[in-house]
């Protein structure tokens, strides 16, 4: 791992955490939840109180869409943004949302409380720097093609700006198999805490793509040591503008979350 400046940490209290409204991660579990993509006002408020009432921590959203076609949605930008303000007026709930241009990252920060860099920027540099010096707290989502040392160059190049607050969030890579959308590999999360301080969030949703594997991926994800999950949440996921096949219903992401916490629990309490 050459020009890393990897730690490696066997002390939890070494580990680094980072305060985001009333949580502390990497060391409370937190659930991000919500849709994939903001569509509309009443679609992102109604989303965000069905994450609150699952016991979510913070609301997720896209107001800037990467698309794979150009002639995809694209998301609401400022409008928005303007939403996610509104439903987090409405829950308390803090927003994660995800910026794709160094241009916007200083407006979006009026906005977001978290910002979000998706697999296909990993490694976008001139982004990665930008949000190193903004002050918000980043969740670097892992790119599809990358390795775990690719990965955390990546980080390094936001804390380089000194902007410690990174947040690694797997959510699975490209492999052979075709069956899931991608390979969530939850054996990284471990390794991750072999290698360095930084704290680590699963998003099973984009890690296989399939409603079916959703709650299981959550499950081994608390299982391995995440510190937290990222899942899409829509009220109809059907008439989703974006990833309608593994959005999850506000039933479903209830289910999953009290299973996942009584999970959470028994690991702390009763076996370690
Ligand atoms: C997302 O979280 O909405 C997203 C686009 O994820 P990823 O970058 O992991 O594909
Ligand atoms: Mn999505």
């Not at 943004?81 to 308390?92: H, M, P, V």
């Not at 608390?222 to 219903?249: C, F, M, R, Y």
Request: aromatic content about 6%.
């Amino acid at each position: 791992m050459n020009n890393l400046k990897l730690v490696k940490i066997n002390d939890d209290k070494l580990r680094s955490t980072i305060k985001i409204g009333n949580s502390i991660i990497g060391k409370d579990f937190v659930i991000i939840g919500g849709p994939c993509s903001v569509e509309s006002e009443e679609q992102t408020l109604k989303t965000a109180e069905a994450v609150k009432k699952g016991h979510g921590n913070m609301l997720r959203g896209g107001a800037f869409k990467p698309r794979t076609s150009p002639y995809d949605f694209q998301g609401l930008g400022l409008k928005g943004l303007k939403i996610l303000e509104k439903a987090k007026q409405k829950t308390g709930l803090p927003i994660v949302t995800e910026v794709i241009d160094p241009r916007d990252v200083s407006w979006v920060c009026e906005y977001a409380d978290v910002l979000q860099i998706g697999t296909r920027n990993m490694q976008n540099y001139s982004l990665l720097k930008e949000v190193g010096k903004s002050n918000k707290p980043v969740i670097l989502k892992r790119g599809m093609y990358s390795t775990v040392r690719e990965w955390l160059n990546c980080a390094e190049y936001i804390m380089a700006e000194g902007n410690p607050e990174v947040i690694l969030c797997e959510r699975g890579i490209r492999t052979f198999e075709t069956y899931t959308r991608n390979t969530l590999d939850l054996s990284i999360i471990p390794a991750i805490k072999e290698l360095t301080h930084l704290p680590i969030m699963v998003d099973p949703s984009h890690g296989t793509g399939k409603l079916s594997l959703i709650e299981p991926m959550c499950l081994a994800a608390v299982a391995a040591g995440a510190d937290g999950l990222l899942v899409e949440v829509h009220i109809n996921p059907k008439e989703a503008k974006s990833d309608a096949d593994q959005q999850l219903t506000p039933e479903q992401f209830y289910a999953i979350t009290e299973k996942v916490l009584k999970l959470k629990k028994f690991m702390d309490e009763e076996i370690f």
